[in-house]
């Protein structure tokens, strides 16, 4: 059997034990907590990149780093807005045919949402070492006979105009 001994030596070691049980509890709860706040932060990033551009994204050449796909379409329909051609002649002039002269317009396709939709937003960490980028189509609508007209009224392609202007040279 057991002499006194080793019966004491047992009840030190039970208790050593029983008081080093709080602060190894403590570190596996510090260390839980640690890492479920790690989780949850990962989680919330990858809900934000469940609508929004990865880091280092570009569509179409202009970086969308973290834009959703409304502030991406929003971009495109003002430059859409602001169009202008310029037309330089042989000579120097100018012509210019404004958005607004035609009725220039954005027409909204899918593919702006398609390339959000094709990123997998738990792999958002992959983001900081990589760059991703997207080419999206740009529909336009706008007024045909407007333009024909402005085409029409563009100095190189009138001839009266350009017969004019060579017999001035």
């Not at 004491?8 to 709860?29: G, N, R, S, V």
């Not at 317009?105 to 900081?128: G, T």
């Not at 609508?141 to 029409?152: F, Q, T």
């Amino acid at each position: 059997g057991y002499t006194s001994s080793k019966r004491y030596a047992l009840k030190e070691k039970t208790k050593i034990i029983l008081e080093a049980l709080p602060c190894l509890l403590m570190i596996i709860i510090v260390i839980g907590g640690i890492i479920a706040g790690l989780v949850i932060v990962y989680l919330a990033i990858s809900v934000f990149f469940m609508s929004h551009f990865y880091i280092n994204t570009q569509i179409n050449g202009k970086n969308f780093s973290g834009k959703n796909a409304a502030a991406v379409e929003n971009y495109i329909k003002n430059q859409v807005a602001d169009y202008k051609l310029t037309i330089v002649e042989q000579n120097n002039m100018t012509d210019a045919i404004e958005g607004s002269d035609i009725s220039l317009v954005y027409k909204e396709n899918s593919d702006i949402e398609d390339a959000l939709k094709k990123q997998n937003a738990f792999l958002w960490p992959q983001a900081f070492f990589s760059k991703s980028s997207a080419e999206v189509t740009i529909e336009v609508g706008y007024d045909e006979a407007a333009l024909e007209s402005k085409i029409e009224s563009v100095q190189a392609l009138n001839p009266v105009s350009y017969t004019h202007l060579r017999a001035h040279e």
